[in-house]
Nanobody, 114 residues
Framework: VQLQASGGGLVEAGGSLRLSCAASRYIFSNNAMGWYRQAPGKAREWVGTITTSGGTSYADAVKGRFTISRDNAKNTVYLQMNNLRPEDTAVYYC?????????WGQGTLVTVSS
């Protein structure tokens, strides 16, 4: 499995999406997991992190709009995105946090129309 993100799509500004990311057990277990994104023409950036015990932290740009959760039984991390904005358009990835593994997976594209 490694890292497989899904759930992206096209949504209007103000809408919501829920992303999922299945991870291999060796990546997920005993590690904080993060969501990251890369907008067209820009560097990849950190979106937020969830610890093994469920504590979360977020980038200022998404704080109050995005929520990260995890299902330890399924080795899956989620990103609930509300009140989406055109500037949230990007390919979204999950990975270990704070130090990602080198293999990022394909990511899932989120496009927010204005």
């Amino acid at each position: 499995v490694q890292l497989q993100a899904s759930g992206g799509g096209l949504v209007e500004a103000g809408g919501s999406l829920r992303l999922s990311c299945a991870a291999s057990r060796y990546i997920f277990s005993n590690n904080a997991m993060g969501w990251y994104r890369q907008a067209p023409g820009k560097a990849r950036e950190w979106v937020g992190t969830i610890t093994t015990s469920g504590g979360t932290s977020y980038a200022d740009a998404v704080k109050g709009r995005f929520t990260i959760s995890r299902d330890n039984a399924k080795n899956t991390v989620y990103l609930q995105m509300n009140n989406l904005r055109p500037e949230d358009t990007a390919v979204y990835y999950c990975n270990r946090a704070p130090v990602p593994i080198s293999a990022w997976g394909q990511g899932t594209l989120v496009t927010v129309s204005s």
